[in-house]
């Protein structure tokens, strides 16, 4: 267990288009003010119109929150308070990530991107960069709790996403990085976007010195098998040896 505290943190409500979605997400996250002091930063107040990519909304996301810890919720989530202290104590327990719906519903600290890099933007609207973050993080030997506990709404999509662009995004993922059955070789670096990182504060070594390593990591723990749910993020990483 970290030496660190979570007492502030900022929730990051994604919805662009719907106050009653907003409202439901903060009802359902509501209790957390039980325990933790709460900063909303909500997209319908913030920027409610198209980002260019779903990497540029966690990162402008990012770069607009008080708190060192975040956590991030899709408008198409059911959070739960239950969930969220779930995450947060996971970070707590040296793992640098959780993830409860994929990266639609995930925590972590600043410190995270402090160390590894803002979300890469080049992946076009919302495709791969969930694979990428990952596979950063496993690149990293960082450890990760990753599963799809949650729910989340398949029925509709935000207006705002007006143009699926995984089929665009496709290959930036497969020219970033070389994947064999055995082996995984970055072939494109990060890029640096420093207008985003003037806003990130001081480094916190007493949250990046508690991280584990990936082999503690717990990955697929469950809701893969729900309707709808793709393979587990980590499956292109599991089995496969990183070469520098």
Known sequence: MSDFKIEDITICLHCGTSPEIV????????????????????RIDRWPYAYPSYSHLINHSIATSKDEFI?????????????ARKMLNHLKEGHAASFFWNVAYMAFSKELIRKLGWWDERFLNGGWE????????????????ESQESNYDFSWKSPLQHNDRCA?????????????????????????YTHWS??????????????????????????FDKPNSGAPGSSYIVGRNFIK
Not at 72 to 82: E, G, L, S, W
Not at 136 to 144: G, K, Q, T
Request: a negative charge.
């Open 130 to 145: 969930d694979r990428d973050w990952m596979m950063r993080i496993a690149e990293a030997n960082l450890s990760m709790y």
């Open 71 to 83: 956590l991030f919720v899709n408008d198409r989530c059911f959070p739960t308070a239950a969930e």
């Open 23 to 42: 409202y439901n997400h903060m009802q359902a996250l509501g209790e957390l003010s039980n325990d933790y002091n709460i900063t909303w930063n909500n």
């Open 168 to 192: 665009l995004s496709g290959p930036h993922f497969e020219s970033k990085w070389e994947i064999t059955p055995s082996s995984i070789k970055r072939r494109i670096d990060e890029e640096s």
């Open 198 to 223: 003037a806003t990130l504060g001081d480094s916190r070594p007493d949250i990046s010195n508690s991280w584990k390593q990936w082999d503690s990591s717990m990955l697929a723990v469950s809701g």
